[in-house]
């Protein structure tokens, strides 16, 4: 789509101009995906909410800062919750962890609400495992499979090449896998 | 998930996992009210803004040369009403 390439490009060098009607559009157009990517690294809908607005905010704040080096701006957005969720993670480690059943089910695009209703055992276990990889790896899996992105495109984002996401992605199942054995798992076929 | 059975290659079971991945880890839709409600609050100025305007030097010498000089006025017109008052009471 290179016509919307070029108009963000306008609408971020008006942003940062400190147009924020300009910032307002660039909000429309990303909030969803970093409310998606905050939600999956906190496991809860407060925290999602909380964390996005400062991202925001924090973007809002440093737009003008912005140059554009070859990173995308939506790279950009994603490094400023990737800090704030570690962040997050740093000051809530002494506290208790969340239990994941407390993990509010939000309707998945493009499924029938009654559906999400009923989350499997199976999803538990594998949202269970994943929020305990090391949180490069968790990174990866999110940018990977809920905002369906490229290996290239996360390596923008984590600051690595294609190849050393395509391995860590490899190392990541890998782990996943040895897990599932080691908690005598069987994923079986949908 | 049940209790493991090797019934699987490695491959098939990475295969097996990444479907399961992407089963679960779906994209998820925030309600309106979510977002409606983040729209309010990065269009406030939050707390690092305001520090923000308070640490530029340059605006706060303005606005502080700015109500030094305006007391300054305030002064020297009371100060002159005050002398012409005084003045015509004298007479």
Sequence with gaps: MPELEYNEEEILARASQGDRDSFGQ????????????????????????DLTARV???????????????????????RIAHNLVANWHRDRSRKQEIPLDDLPILPARGDHPEKNLVRSQEQDALL?????????????????????????????IM????????????????????????????LEGE | MTKRKKTHTPEEDIQLLEAHLAGTLKPV?????????????????????????????RRLFIVFGG?????????????????LTGRKDMM
């Design chain 1, 128 to 156: 269970r495992m994943i929020r305990k990889l090391p949180s490069e790896r968790q990174n990866l899996l999110i940018l990977k499979f809920v905002e369906n992105m490229s290996n290239a495109e996360i390596g923008s």
């Design chain 2, 67 to 83: 109500v030094v000089s305006g007391m300054l006025l305030l002064i020297t017109l009371a100060r002159a009403f005050y002398y």
């Design chain 1, 56 to 78: 925001f905010q924090r973007a809002m704040n440093h737009i003008k800062n912005y140059t554009d080096r070859g990173v995308p701006f939506s790279a950009w957005l994603y």
């Design chain 1, 26 to 49: 660039l909000y429309e157009r990303y909030v969803e995906r970093i409310f998606n990517y905050v939600y999956y690294r906190t496991g809860n809908t407060h925290d999602a909410e």
């Design chain 1, 159 to 186: 600051g690595r090449s294609e190849g050393a996401v395509k391995s860590l992605y490899h190392r990541t199942l890998l782990a996943l896998r040895d897990q599932l054995e080691d908690q005598n798992l069987n």
């Design chain 2, 29 to 57: 839709t925030p309600s309106r009210e979510v977002i409606q409600r983040l729209r309010g609050r990065i269009q406030m100025p939050n707390r690092e803004e305001i520090t923000l305007r308070l640490t530029d030097w």
